[in-house]
């Protein structure tokens, strides 16, 4: 009997090696489903996608003004180009897979994903800034690193290219023009996207 006892209490025991970890796995959030960040991180994005809308407007009127492109920067000679569409981006993240009913079903929808839509936004300037660089903006390039660093703050800021008027070939520099076009709409997008999300955090 005290055999049998000992036997059930070694057993016991040897389950409780694998029970308490698996717990504690359960307690732990999922690193694919990352809480909401805080309303003031929210907030800060907010008033950054308001700066980073307005760099993104004056650089293309400076563009327009300037001619520094060799040509009139405008949306009837050149074509926009989606420099994000095979990515995560914010329209795909932001946009319910369940629009229901709705006459708005990126607002109306409740399975909004607001991580997955903050993600979305953090690509779209990654792949932007990387678009943006030979444009040599230095007040565009601060305003999505500082966006960034909101949407994640422990990335680490690179480093900015110097001011420079060089830019490449004509067939180049009609593709950033189409850029620089695409990326003051998106800009458009990411503000009204960050005002609805600090619009619902502030409500809950």
């Not at 001619?67 to 926009?80: A, S």
């Not at 950033?176 to 600090?198: D, P």
Request: net charge neutral; glycine share 6%; aromatic share 4%.
């Amino acid at each position: 009997m005290a055999e049998h006892s000992i036997r059930s209490r070694a057993a016991w025991l040897r389950v409780g090696h694998w029970v308490l970890p698996a717990l504690l796995c359960l307690l732990l959030p999922s690193t694919w489903a990352l809480p909401p960040p805080p309303a003031h991180n929210l907030t800060k994005g907010l008033n950054c996608s308001r700066t980073l809308l307005a760099a993104a407007n004056e650089a293309l009127l400076q563009v327009q003004k300037q001619g520094v492109l060799g040509f009139e920067c405008t949306l009837e000679e050149v074509d926009l180009e989606d420099v994000t569409n095979s990515q995560i981006n914010t329209i795909k993240s932001c946009t319910s897979e369940d629009p229901g009913a709705g006459n708005c079903p990126v607002l109306e929808s409740s399975t909004l994903d607001t991580s997955k839509c903050l993600r979305g936004i953090y690509e779209d300037l990654k792949t932007y800034k990387a678009e943006l660089r030979n444009l040599k903006d230095l007040r565009v390039l601060t305003s999505i690193d500082d966006m960034m660093q909101v949407l994640q703050p422990r990335s680490p800021a690179a480093p900015q290219p110097s001011p420079s008027t060089i830019l490449g070939s004509f067939q180049g520099r009609m593709r950033l023009c189409g850029v620089l076009h695409a990326f003051c709409l998106r800009a458009v997008t990411i503000s009204r996207m960050l005002g609805y999300l600090s619009a619902l955090t502030a409500e809950t």
